[in-house]
Nanobody
Framework: VQLQASGGGLVQPGGSLRLSCAASGSIFRINVMAWYRQAPGKPRELVAA???????NYTDSVKGRFTISRDNAKNTVYLQMNSLKPEDTAVYYCKVTNILYQDYWGQGTQVTVSS
């Protein structure tokens, strides 16, 4: 099983980035796909999640700015990040959970918001 995250980078405040994470290998029936982030010296936190039925959940600090979506045919989850702020700077990780409650993590992609 492999989760390949991409799309991170350096962006100015107010800018946008789109993260992608493609899952491959033998993952039995993916249920929830999610993005987490971890800033230096802070614990990893849930940013957004989406179920197989399309129900979404966001942490309060990103509501109205970030949008999570998924392509079930491609086992891929996306995170569109708009109006980025310096406090969004972190390593972003994708995670998928199957119907057996098994978790698989991606390797992380760095997002830096700075002028």
């Amino acid at each position: 099983v492999q989760l390949q995250a991409s799309g991170g980078g350096l962006v100015q405040p107010g800018g946008s980035l789109r993260l992608s994470c493609a899952a491959s290998g033998s993952i039995f029936r993916i249920n929830v796909m999610a993005w987490y982030r971890q800033a230096p010296g802070k614990p990893r936190e849930l940013v957004a999640a989406i179920t197989s039925g399309g129900r979404t959940n966001y942490t309060d600090s990103v509501k109205g700015r970030f949008t999570i979506s998924r392509d079930n045919a491609k086992n891929t989850v996306y995170l569109q990040m708009n109006s980025l702020k310096p406090e969004d700077t972190a390593v972003y990780y994708c995670k998928v959970t199957n119907i057996l409650y098994q978790d698989y993590w991606g390797q992380g992609t760095q997002v830096t918001v700075s002028s």
